[in-house]
């Protein structure tokens, strides 16, 4: 089963990655289900994903527990 944005929306924070600078942020994750949708799934966020400070398109996607 692929997590969803409706299965981490409660209980997880969601972290962009960028593979070549090492820049993380934390996504807005209701932005992202206003604009994806609940059933969008969580490891194809990725692709749509480019680095704020590098450019890069290589970023990757973590869950965290929230602080």
Avoid at 2 to 22: D, G, M
Wanted: charged share 15%; glycine share 4%; proline share 4%.
């Amino acid at each position: 089963m692929t997590a969803t944005l409706a299965h981490i929306q409660q209980k997880y924070t969601l972290l962009a990655i960028c593979n070549a600078c090492a820049h993380t942020v934390e996504l807005d994750v209701e932005g992202l289900i206003c604009t994806l949708g609940v059933d969008h799934p969580v490891p194809a966020i990725r692709k749509r994903l480019k680095c704020t400070r590098c450019g890069s398109h290589s970023c990757a996607v973590q869950l965290a527990l929230p602080d």
